[in-house]
């Protein structure tokens, strides 16, 4: 079945980074966009960053220039590289699957999700 696993997250201070690893398996991971989304406390889950399947990549104004979507086709495995860190950054992290050839930056375009991973940013 269809499995996204993401890791990575922790605590850390404003200002610093951190790697987020999603683990994809059970569909064809390179012929998929793939997405990352984060949902803080008392929010709607909201778009950070996609990549798709031919290497485009689209980015939320609130983290272009910080945040760096990058995928492995040859391990399925996407990853989210977040630097200069901000508390507002404070979520947990999902990364999520779509079939369709379009990168789309809504919640109800993706397909597959993750159980996520939680991401504090302290100040």
């Known amino acids: 079945q269809v499995q996204l696993v993401e890791s990575g997250g922790g605590l850390v201070q404003a200002g610093g980074s951190l790697r987020l690893s999603c683990a994809a398996s059970?569909?064809?991971?390179?012929?998929?966009?793939m997405g990352w989304f984060r949902q803080a406390p008392g929010k709607e889950r909201e778009f950070v960053a996609a990549q798709g399947w031919l290497g485009s990549t689209y980015y939320a104004d609130s983290v272009k220039g910080r945040f760096t979507i990058s995928r492995d086709n040859s391990r399925n495995t996407m990853y989210l590289q977040m630097d200069s860190l901000k508390p507002e950054d404070t979520a947990v992290y999902y990364c999520?699957?779509?079939?369709?050839?379009?990168?789309?930056?809504?919640?109800?375009?993706?397909?597959?999700w993750g159980q996520g991973t939680q991401v504090t940013v302290s100040s």
């Open positions: 999520a699957a779509d079939r369709a050839l379009v990168v789309a930056t809504s919640v109800s375009a993706y397909d597959y």
């Open positions: 059970g569909f064809t991971f390179g012929t998929h966009t």
